[in-house]
């Protein structure tokens, strides 16, 4: 009898001590998750190409005439190359558009006056400051162009001029390699001598000045 309390005793005496061990263990501290990538500062280096869209609204004057309005839209590609030095990105730029611009008047010119434009082409620098994904910049360089002037009856004149172009605009990436852009550019293309073909005694310069506000996709590689 007596073994059997002994025996008892020390079976309750280990049970308190495993009972008092669990008791005192501490769980596992929780397992920290890895802090999140902090994201990568979008880089504006590349070729890049992509398609332009917009309108335009300008003046044209001939000598015989008041300044009127022209009016119309183009559309057209663009090609251009970023290098990005810290917030500074330094670019090349070149474009294309089929355009539409035109007005008319009959003050000082009774058969009618008309100017018109349907091509228009630009090489340009860019400088911009870039805040990660977005791009604000400003543009300048060389407009080429043609110049169509016509009177009723007369044969006219159609002439490719060289002219300058500034203005600026606002990029943003919208992915690794896509953006999109707006801009605005003033033109000038200088004059176009009608004289004679339209029916001028001896000259009879024709001006061309337009603002082109215009959006863009481009795809960067």
Not at 43 to 48: A, C, L, P, Q, R
Not at 97 to 117: F, M, V, Y
Request: proline content about 5%.
């Amino acid at each position: 009898m007596k073994r059997v309390l002994i025996a008892c005793a020390s079976a309750l005496a280990l049970t308190g001590a495993a009972a008092a061990a669990d008791l005192s263990r501490r769980p596992p501290p929780p397992v920290k998750a890895p802090p999140p990538a902090l994201p990568t500062t979008y880089n504006w280096t590349g070729f890049y190409f992509g398609v332009n869209g917009g309108g335009a609204f300008g003046t044209s004057k001939w000598d015989s005439t008041e300044e009127f309005d022209l009016s119309g839209w183009l559309v057209g590609g663009t090609i251009g190359y970023n290098v990005q030095s810290g917030p500074w990105v330094f670019g090349v730029e070149g474009d294309v558009d089929w355009t539409n611009i035109k007005g008319d008047t009959t003050l000082g010119c009774a058969p009618g006056c008309e100017t018109k434009n349907s091509w228009l082409a630009t090489a340009r620098g860019r400088l911009g400051v870039a805040f990660d994904r977005v791009l604000p910049y400003a543009t300048g360089g060389l407009a080429i162009g043609d110049i169509k002037a016509r009177t009723p009856g007369l044969a006219g004149a159609d002439e490719t001029n060289t002219g300058w172009t500034a203005g600026g605009g606002l990029e943003v990436a919208l992915s690794r390699g896509w953006t999109a852009k707006a801009e605005y550019l003033y033109v000038d293309l200088g004059k176009l001598d009608c004289g004679a073909a339209c029916g001028a005694a001896v000259t009879d310069n024709v001006s061309f000045k337009t603002h082109l506000v215009r959006g863009g996709l481009n795809f960067r590689f």
